[in-house]
């Protein structure tokens, strides 16, 4: 029993677009063992949403509740690989509901999008759009006050945004538990690495948070032709080693295909990859299927920040999930009693 209220910005509501909506439901479930563990009588609510889509592809969303006075979390998963809408749809979806919110007059807005959209497009290179910048205006522009995300592409995207806060979550602590606690993985014989210099870092972390070493890949890209990786070179010893392969998404899976290869060639024993964002677009799955066929890679450990269904993770031998859903529910439910995030962020 709580001797002192606790302090609250207010009533915790959440509501989703159409594609948020399994993970909404996933970080309440999460919600509801935190509060039980803390002995919280939090007041939650889950708001009833509509989303529209008009003959001509146009998309709005409607929240069907009264808000005002709320702290209010919208929920997003951008890339849902489980509906035929599109990222730029759901995107649209996403500003829809967020002005929606701002309509309604809640004490704060925040967006949960555990894939930022176009994190990729953070930098010119040539006569191109800084598309990230973009989103980070029409994010603000539609009433977001904050945003939570998951290990994106680029940390210099905190900078796009002129009001709102965007604060980034990490995957390493569930995953790394997942390594050491669920497949018991052999510290001792395991070389960390990133599939390039841009993930180096990363690599870095978690072979600090597993007291492993590491190894570097560097990759270059054909830029003229998109999704291409024109060559790559390793630095560090990796023979006889198991290796895990470490990154912020896989996407076309050409990257990690070409990075595992490389290794293999120089001596890998068995090649683990996590990653925080498992788009696999395109042919992906085929082509890590195939390389898991050929005993390239033994598994690859996903979050269901990408969510592929249960059939799908019970059907695929290489491929494994790790919930992200808990460390949302816990920041969210850290700023809504007014608690520090800053240990939950590392
Ligand atoms: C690149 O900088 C990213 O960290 C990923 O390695 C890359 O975007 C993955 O793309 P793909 O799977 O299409 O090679």
């Avoid at 889950?46 to 008009?54: A, G, K, M, P």
């Avoid at 006050?145 to 709102?164: K, P, W």
């Avoid at 538990?177 to 841009?198: A, S, W």
């Avoid at 677009?281 to 592929?308: C, H, M, P, S």
């Amino acid at each position: 029993m709580q001797l002192y209220p606790l302090e609250s910005r207010g009533v915790l509501s959440i509501a989703a677009c159409n594609s948020g909506k399994s993970f909404a439901e996933r970080v309440i479930r999460e919600l509801c063992l935190i509060a039980k563990k803390e002995d919280d009588n939090l007041e939650y609510r889950l708001r009833d949403t509509q989303e529209i889509v008009f003959p001509n592809g146009e998309v709005k969303v409607v929240i069907n509740e009264f808000i005002r006075g709320d702290d209010f979390y919208i929920i997003q998963c951008i890339d849902d690989p489980l509906s035929d809408r599109s990222v730029n749809d759901n995107l649209m979806a996403l500003i829809t509901a967020t002005h929606a919110a701002y309509q309604s007059d809640p004490d704060h807005i925040t967006v949960v999008i555990p894939q930022f959209p176009y994190a990729r497009q953070e930098r010119r290179k040539t006569r191109e759009s800084i598309s990230a910048k973009l989103v980070a205006k029409f994010l603000e522009d539609a009433g977001a006050q904050r945003v939570l995300t998951l290990d994106i592409h680029s940390e210099a995207i905190q900078g796009f945004f002129n009001y709102a806060k965007l604060e980034d979550m990490h995957a390493s602590g569930e995953i790394t538990e997942y390594l050491l606690n669920k497949l018991k993985l052999n510290k001792k014989n395991l070389v960390v690495t990133g599939p390039d210099v841009g993930s180096a870092e990363k690599a870095r972390h978690y072979s600090k948070r597993l007291g492993t070493s590491f190894a570097i890949v560097d990759k270059a890209r054909d830029y003229s032709k998109p999704g291409e990786v024109e060559s790559m070179r390793l630095v560090g010893d990796v023979e006889g080693k198991d290796i895990l392969i470490v990154d912020d998404m896989i996407a076309t899976g050409g990257t990690l295909i070409h990075a595992a290869t490389l290794l293999k060639e120089n001596g890998a024993q068995d090649i683990y990859v996590a990653v925080s964002l498992p788009f696999f677009n395109g042919n992906a799955v085929e082509k890590i299927e195939q390389a898991y066929r050929k005993g390239i890679i033994k598994l690859v450990i996903g979050t269901d920040a990408v969510f592929w269904g249960e059939a799908f993770v019970k059907n695929t031998e290489w491929y494994e999930e790790v919930s992200v859903a808990p460390l949302f529910a816990k920041v969210i439910y850290n700023i809504n009693r007014k608690r520090s995030v800053s240990q939950l962020l590392k």
